[in-house]
């Protein structure tokens, strides 16, 4: 009986079956292996995804923040237009009844620089022709000699703060002929 169990048979199975084995677990590997791939490529589309979600957030909070510190800006210089122009008018007072105006030239000179630093530039009024973006009409004078339009006075300074209008000139315009006149 010895020489019916051969142990060769035996051994021939067991490395049929480890190669079989050694087969699968390849096959089984190279499955894991092209799954996990897939899983990294997915990952690789969310993270793409998250940063360029992060970089849009980035650019919003970005452009908010610049929009508010712009409207803080402009309300800053709103106010201390309204100082300015008390300080102006003070001076031609002051001027008018012949009084020294030194210091008022030299802390207006000062309020200039200010506003000039930070980008605040001065509209053209008087004798350009109104514009509804840049001014603002507070009275009409008739007058023959002038076209349609003009400016002929300007009221208040209107101001320009980063390319926008934070305050129009208020002025008066000119009719050739006041609308609602007779002819004769």
């Excluded at 169990?5 to 490395?15: G, L, S, W």
């Amino acid at each position: 009986m010895s020489e019916d169990q051969n142990p060769e048979p035996t051994m021939k199975v067991e490395t049929m079956d480890t190669e079989e084995v050694k087969e699968e677990s390849i096959d089984n590997l190279k499955s894991l292996l092209e799954k996990e791939k897939e899983k990294v490529v997915s990952y690789e589309k969310k993270l793409q995804y998250l940063l360029a979600d992060f970089e849009n957030l980035k650019k919003k909070i970005e452009s908010d923040v610049g929009t508010r510190v712009n409207l803080m800006l402009t309300e800053i210089m709103l106010k201390f237009l309204s100082i300015y122009d008390d300080f102006i008018r003070a001076k031609d007072i002051l001027a008018k009844q012949h009084v020294k105006t030194e210091g008022l030239d030299g802390i207006l000179k000062n309020m200039s620089s200010f506003l000039s630093e930070y980008g605040v530039i001065q509209i053209d009024a008087v004798g350009e022709i109104f514009d509804p973006k840049f001014h603002e009409a507070m009275a009409i004078k008739e007058d023959s000699s002038l076209d349609n339009d003009i400016i002929t006075k300007e009221i208040r300074k209107g101001y320009i703060l980063q390319n926008r209008v934070i305050r129009p000139s208020l002025v008066e315009i000119s009719k050739t002929k006041l609308e609602g006149e007779n002819n004769g």
